[in-house]
């Protein structure tokens, strides 16, 4: 099969691309920096340059779109343009291009309001109540991306549960920055329990979904490792892989999820680029509880997660090892 990956060049995107290229299809990626993914062609671009991603959806059977703009900040318009419209051009490129299945990889911030989540499934998208920029643009995308799906034009969404692993700045690289400097709290001692997803379960489960649309277009499944855990627990479990002091402190998290959104306002409306060291929606994912039932994810994709929890934090203490600490 042919399959255009866009975002290839971040955590994700490169071990679906990867995998993809294992499996012997003829992988494609999109994306502005070289994606690093031996075995696949790389296209240069943004998803603001209709006529750059048409070039690279030209003869593709298959995409797989993780690529959108990340961040706990930024101005609204910029999460618009890429996220929203960006998508916008993917599908009327894909379209346009004969294109059988697409794969529009979302988040379950699309359908989270801030409130505890304890074992439900893909609830609807909902941009009005998603909290931040980033959730309310992907929540429109995957609404808009739905609703593109067809008899002869299959579109599913899969949202991967908070990805980690070796090599991730998202999470893993920000946990160990902030705990060096002593400046990562655990909110409400870290009782909240929260899953998570490695990333090699990831991208297989995003794999899957391309070989069963079938099963899956028109929907939207969330995935996980399935193995809720208390947040102070998991960060623990990073923290000593990456060989720095394990957080001590604690903070209510009413009060950090009251200090993260002054913050957030600040950071937007002073247009600071580096990340705040607060937001409503961290503060959020820190103290209340984010878990899902995995059942009806791993029928409809015929998966299972192949790495468990504690054997991702042995592969992250590993890679920390042999990288020198």
Known sequence: MRVLVTGASGLLGREVARLLVRQGHV????????????GATDFRGSLTDAAAL???????????????????TGRAAEFDEVNVEGTRKVLHSARAA?????VFVSSPSVANSGTSIVGLGAEPADPQHAHGNYSRTKAEAE???????????????????????????????????RASRNRLPLLDAGAALIDTTYVDNAASAIV?????????????????????RPVGELLAGICAAGGVAVPSWTVPGAVARAAGAVV???WTWTGRQE?????????????????????????????????????????LAEHYRGAGG
């Open 143 to 177: 609404l808009l991306a739905l609703a593109a799906d067809a008899p002869d034009f299959r579109v599913a969404a899969v949202r991967p549960h908070i990805v980690w692993g070796p090599g991730d700045t998202q999470l893993v690289e920000r946990v160990l920055a």
């Open 275 to 315: 990340e705040p060291p607060m937001t409503r929606f961290l503060a959020e994912q820190l103290s209340t509880a984010h878990w899902f039932d995995q059942r009806e994810t791993r029928e409809l994709l015929d998966w299972t997660p192949a790495v468990s929890l504690d054997e991702g934090l042995a592969r």
């Open 264 to 266: 957030e306002r600040l």
């Open 54 to 72: 048409r070039r690279a959806v030209e003869g593709s059977e298959g995409i797989i779109h993780l690529a959108a703009k990340v961040s706990f």
């Open 208 to 228: 899957a979904a391309l070989h069963r649309m079938e099963h899956v277009h028109g929907r939207s499944v969330v995935v996980s490792n399935g193995e809720p």
């Open 98 to 102: 004969g294109v059988r299945d697409v």
């Open 27 to 38: 992988v494609a990626t999109f994306q502005r920096r070289p994606s690093g993914v031996d």
